[in-house]
């Protein structure tokens, strides 16, 4: 009897692994043995995590997109529809045209989105470049701004353990800021100052979720005049008077407030149940090693929607799509999974605007930070103007 496997959505994660499997399994699809579907609710793939870029007007959306289809190997149907829900005991998913896909095998690659209304004001007043829009938004700003502060904040989800978005970006993203500034000939004139909340994952008044990086921040912060302060906790702003102000008392005032905002899984996911806090941020309970979701047979995650102490990013789904795609393959042709997850994240982190900073780490191991090079930032560069739309063809 056929198998089908369902990847629900058309991200970093879900493209990598969807070209991985149909690669591994091609003789079984050509044979009708298996069937691969990806179903996303968009005909478009944008490259995500260039996103911060735009906000310094390094790209515009038509150099970050692709056309899905385009991405997919052959032997993969793509169905461009909205998933809905999923009846895990009929192991059937509903979308929002009607169609209802009974699956052996199911992934979430669903993402994450930002949640600023979670804190009051933050929509309205703060700024970030987790989407395009957004980002293109904080872009006007940041080419016209000749005086003032631009203050940044970073905000965890409540679920214990589990990072915001891309780790880095802050970071990444106020090195770039003032390069930009300075570029611009007015960095003199503003004032920026980082800030990070008191509780990141498991370490308290830090300025990273690791503590090598965080340890060396304030020397590079100061060389560059970028101010610092730990213990800073957004939670509330007020759009009129332009003032952020902290769970731990504290007030500041911006003239703009770029934030790593809060975030969530996305609405289908949260409506699943299976999220083990109701605060609802929906992240599904994943088995650490597997990558299976708890107590479901044959449903995966990948990427943004797990609940693991890992970097929501590409260079973690770089890692955890391999492992996906062979322990799929091994429940059909041995009944159980074989490969392990070790929470390997890779990727080039961008330290200003022309220099970059390779980075490795795992479950047991945290970043170990090297200065930033030139050559860092040529291999970064690589990365957003080619190498990305190769990794998730699965060709690298």
């Known amino acids: 009897m056929r198998k089908r496997i369902v990847i629900v959505g058309g991200g970093t994660g879900g493209t990598m692994l969807a070209n991985i499997l149909a690669r591994k399994l091609h003789r079984e699809i050509i044979n009708n043995k ?40 052959p032997e993969i149907k793509f169905i461009v529809d909205k998933a809905e829900g999923v009846d895990f005991q009929q192991r059937r998913l509903f979308t929002a045209s009607g169609n209802n896909y009974d699956y052996d095998f199911l992934v979430f690659a669903t993402g994450c989105l930002p949640w600023t209304e ?28 000749e005086k003032g502060r631009i203050f940044i ?45 008191t509780i990141s994952q498991l370490l308290r008044n830090c300025l990273f979720l690791q503590r090598p990086t965080g340890e060396a921040l304030p020397e590079i912060f100061a060389a560059r005049g970028i101010k610092h302060q730990r213990g800073f906790t957004l939670n509330q702003v007020d759009a009129g008077r332009r003032i952020a102000y902290s769970a731990e008392g504290d007030e500041q005032p911006f003239d703009i407030l770029m934030a790593t905002p809060p975030i969530r899984a996305v609405e289908m996911v949260r409506n699943t149940g299976l999220s083990d806090i109701d605060n609802g941020e929906g992240w599904l309970p994943t088995d650490p090693q597997t990558l299976q979701v708890y ?55 961008q330290f200003g605007l022309s220099s970059g900073m390779p980075l490795v780490y795992d479950y047991r191991h945290d970043v170990v930070p090297t200065p930033a090079t030139k050559l860092g930032g040529m291999l970064r560069n690589g990365v957003n103007r080619g190498l990305y739309w190769a990794a998730v063809r699965g060709l690298i």
Not at 35 to 47: G, N, W
Not at 309 to 328: E, R
Request: proline share 6%; glycine share 6%.
């Open 34 to 73: 298996v069937e691969l579907l990806m179903i996303s609710q968009t005909a478009a793939h944008y490259f995500k995590p260039a996103f911060m870029y735009v906000a310094f007007n390094a790209f515009f959306k038509h150099e970050l997109m692709r056309a899905q289809q385009s991405l997919l190997r």
């Open 118 to 145: 979670k804190i009051p004001g933050l929509a309205e007043a703060g700024d970030h470049f987790y989407q395009y829009q957004a980002a293109r938004r904080l872009a006007g700003k940041l080419a016209t701004i």
């Open 153 to 197: 904040t970073v905000s965890f989800p409540q679920t214990p353990n589990v990072p915001h978005q891309c780790g880095i970006a802050p970071i990444e993203t106020t090195l770039m800021l003032d390069e930009y500034l300075r570029q611009r000939g007015v960095r003199n004139q503003i004032e920026i100052i980082y800030t990070y909340p």
């Open 295 to 349: 107590d479901q047979q044959g449903v995966y995650v990948i990427g943004d929607t797990v609940d693991l102490p890992i970097s929501k990013a590409g260079g973690s789904c770089h890692n955890q799509a391999p492992v996906i795609a062979d322990n799929i393959v091994a429940e059909m042709q041995l009944g159980h999974p074989v490969r392990h997850y070790d929470g390997k994240v890779q990727a080039v982190a």
